[in-house]
């Protein structure tokens, strides 16, 4: 079983920045692709960020040029920087992590843009 937990959330001010860190532990073979997800409040999760082991990246449109996905492979973490936040950007943010073939995810992490 592989545990993933995410940290990093909080309130912060348009404009703002925050740093969401995601870790995997337990029994990890290799994990692929870990990537991250965000819901807000009556819409569906949607694909923010994907980062896979070799660094191969992609994100989704709505945060290209603002957020920036990155990953430990040896410590089974990834990362996710995020500047010039928006009220938009408010959610729970979710980090899933791959291993051979099972995906696994973590509890969530609320980022709540106001001022």
């Known amino acids: 079983q592989v545990q993933v937990v995410e940290s990093g959330g909080g309130l912060v001010q348009p404009g703002g920045s925050l740093r969401l860190s995601c870790a995997a532990s337990?029994?990890?073979?290799?994990?692929?692709?870990m990537a991250w997800y965000r819901q807000a409040p009556g819409k569906e999760r949607e694909l923010v960020a994907t980062?896979?082991?070799?660094?191969?990246?992609n994100y989704a449109d709505s945060v290209k040029g603002r957020f920036t996905i990155s990953r430990d492979n040896a410590k089974n973490t990834a990362y996710l920087q995020m500047n010039s936040l928006k009220p938009d950007d408010t959610a729970v943010y979710y980090c899933?992590?791959?291993?051979?073939?099972?995906?696994?995810w973590g509890q969530g992490t609320q980022v709540t843009v106001s001022s």
């Open positions: 337990g029994r990890i073979f290799s994990i692929s692709i």
């Open positions: 980062i896979t082991r070799g660094g191969r990246i």
């Open positions: 899933s992590s791959s291993d051979s073939g099972t995906t696994y």
